[in-house]
């Protein structure tokens, strides 16, 4: 039998008289990376934010490790072990790399909000600091402060502090949207380093990356899901080429 770690059952949500996510039953198997991808507008990033309780869902109940989790709050969520990526992890940017994950483990201890307490009683966190680094290529940049690194190498810590969590569910907000090639391969690697003994959903829309990492793709077209399964067989589908042709065509007609 298939191990579900999230599930979704007609999993709604309507803004005054519009459905943006549409009676969306999602299911992600322990241990893959499971890609949402779709069209502008399709409900992907609602859909990220009815599960990690941004939004509230209309109607629809919402499971993790089949408990349901759709009347709890974000940060009780959190601490089951789902972690958007985001969530924790818009870079403080004039803290250094390491400071940077290290909140990321001081949130873990519960000691999150102790900002007063001596940076040497935080020492201990450094080793761990250190390997979370290693593992995401910024071991060589830990001591420069954030605000000066790279595009790429801030998504990379993104992963870090996000990783620092512990989570049991990664959920990653198009991770590679606004990086040039070679940052994109890299991040690309990163994640699925990272995927090893965990679970990931991703919003993305790199078709590339995607094709190159995702276990399973669920496709969204209008809020409701239009076609599943390996990118072999998802990128074949008639209604998905269709669908990708429309949004492709009305952004070129928008152009002229």
């Known amino acids: 039998m298939t191990d579900i770690i999230l599930q979704t059952r007609e999993l709604t949500k309507s803004f005054k008289g519009f459905t943006a996510?549409?009676?969306?039953?999602?299911?992600?198997?322990?241990?893959?990376?499971?890609?949402?991808?779709?069209?502008?507008?399709?409900?992907?990033?609602?859909?990220?934010?009815?599960?990690?309780?941004?939004?509230?869902?209309?109607?629809g109940t919402i499971l993790?490790?089949?408990?349901?989790?759709?009347?709890?709050?974000?940060?009780?969520?959190?601490?089951?072990g789902v972690i958007r990526s985001f969530q924790i992890s818009a870079v403080f940017p004039h803290m250094t790399v390491l400071e940077n994950v290290r909140i990321g483990l001081q949130r873990k201890l519960g000691t999150a909000y102790q900002f007063w307490r001596s940076d040497r009683s935080l020492d201990v966190l450094n080793a761990r600091c250190m390997a979370l680094l290693e593992d995401v290529g910024l071991g060589d940049v830990a001591n420069v402060l954030t605000v000066n690194l790279p595009y790429g190498q801030k998504r990379a810590l993104e992963i870090a502090t996000t990783l620092a969590m512990e989570p049991e569910l990664m959920l990653l907000d198009e991770p590679t949207q606004g990086m040039g090639h070679e940052d994109v391969a890299r991040v690309t690697e990163l994640i699925k380093k990272v995927?090893?003994?965990?679970?990931?959903?991703?919003?993305?829309?790199?078709?590339?990356?995607?094709?190159?990492?995702?276990?399973?793709?669920?496709?969204?077209?209008?809020?409701?899901?239009?076609?599943?399964?390996?990118?072999?067989?998802?990128?074949?589908?008639?209604?998905?080429?269709?669908?990708?042709m429309g949004s492709v065509e009305a952004e070129l007609q928008g152009a002229h």
Request: charged share 20%.
């Open 21 to 59: 996510v549409s009676n969306v039953d999602l299911r992600v198997e322990r241990g893959t990376i499971h890609a949402l991808i779709g069209p502008n507008g399709a409900g992907k990033t609602t859909c990220f934010n009815l599960l990690t309780k941004f939004l509230t869902p209309t109607a």
């Open 195 to 244: 995927a090893a003994g965990r679970t990931i959903l991703m919003v993305e829309h790199n078709m590339s990356v995607v094709s190159s990492i995702a276990d399973k793709i669920t496709v969204l077209q209008r809020g409701a899901i239009l076609a599943e399964g390996p990118y072999e067989q998802v990128s074949k589908d008639p209604r998905v080429m269709e669908a990708y």
């Open 64 to 80: 993790f490790n089949g408990i349901d989790i759709t009347g709890e709050k974000p940060a009780q969520i959190a601490r089951r």
